[in-house]
């Protein structure tokens, strides 16, 4: 259940942002709760050292927009400002960096000795006795202002600035991105880019390893803040009024800074889903 609550709120992050798409398609009707399931397959590649992908073959999803307010799976927003080409509001959401440590138990890390050093070779300290402790990072909830611009006939420019209010790590994150949907073989294809700055006090928090959580001794890494980049198609065909075939893939290129520190082995990761949506 874990795993799953974790796939709904990465997979629906960038969305969390920018609800252009929703809106330039009004495929959510306010005051209206909409549900749905897609069975398929899916899932996120976990990018920190030694911890296991999450897939599913299920991925629910559940809405409800009213005049002002609206939940979007687990994001949570308040129009401040809204005309039909432009709006500002409050949004909130977690943090997906948390996620890659909830979902894996990434605390095996410090028992294998696998956090990788710049040297390649594992030594244990000299300290004794070794009082290893397990890497362990809590989830954080991101809280602050977002705000989209219809600048074309569908295609919307967004930016967000959320900061964490559950004193995780203090941090916040800068996110700009452009959304375009246009008509595709009967069906509504849409494609997203962005940029995602995090700050150096989140990026430290979670991406730091201390001496007590390894047994290889690690040369000193200066984390700092790190800007991601993220390309993300989708696409979606009616099959009746009920049914649709949905497809979403995304790739996050990861800071050059994050990407060679000690926990990450990889310059990005991708994550999406694909299958038949059952809309309730």
């Known amino acids: 259940m874990k795993k799953l609550f974790g796939l709904v709120c990465c997979l629906s992050a960038s969305t969390a942002f920018a609800q252009a798409d929703i809106k330039q398609q009004q495929l959510i009707k306010k005051s209206t709760i909409h549900a749905s399931i897609t069975v398929g397959y899916g899932g996120i590649e976990n990018p920190v050292l030694d911890a296991d992908d999450v897939t599913s073959p299920i991925l629910p999803s559940f809405a409800y927009y009213g ?26 959401r977690f943090n997906d960096d948390g996620f890659f440590f909830e979902l894996d138990g990434v605390d095996k890390l410090y028992a294998t000795g696998v956090v990788r050093s710049s040297s390649g070779r594992p030594t244990l300290p000299t300290a004794s006795p070794i009082n290893l402790t397990p890497i362990e990072r809590d989830l954080s909830y991101m809280a602050g202002l977002s705000s989209a611009v219809n600048v074309f006939d569908a295609m919307w420019l967004s930016a967000a600035y959320v900061h964490d209010v559950t004193n995780v790590h203090n941090g916040y994150e800068i996110l700009l991105n452009g959304y375009q949907v246009f008509e595709l073989f009967s069906g509504t294809a849409g494609i997203e880019a962005g940029i995602n700055y995090k700050n ?7 991406y730091t390893v201390s001496p007590s959580e390894s047994k290889t001794r690690l040369l000193s890494y200066n984390l700092e803040s790190a800007t991601n980049y993220y390309l993300k198609v989708s696409y979606e065909y009616p099959i009746s009024d009920s049914f649709t075939l949905d497809f979403k893939l995304k790739h996050t290129w990861l800071d050059s800074n994050l990407a060679n520190s000690h926990m990450i082995n990889k310059n990005g990761y991708f994550s999406g889903f694909t299958g038949i949506t059952y809309h309730f």
Do not use: A, P, Q, R
Request: charged share 25%; hydrophobic share 35%.
């Open 67 to 92: 005049d002002n307010w609206y939940f979007d799976d687990f994001s949570l927003g308040y129009s401040l400002y809204e005309t039909e080409n432009f709006y500002v509001d409050l949004l909130g």
């Open 200 to 206: 150096e006090e989140l990026i430290d928090y979670y």
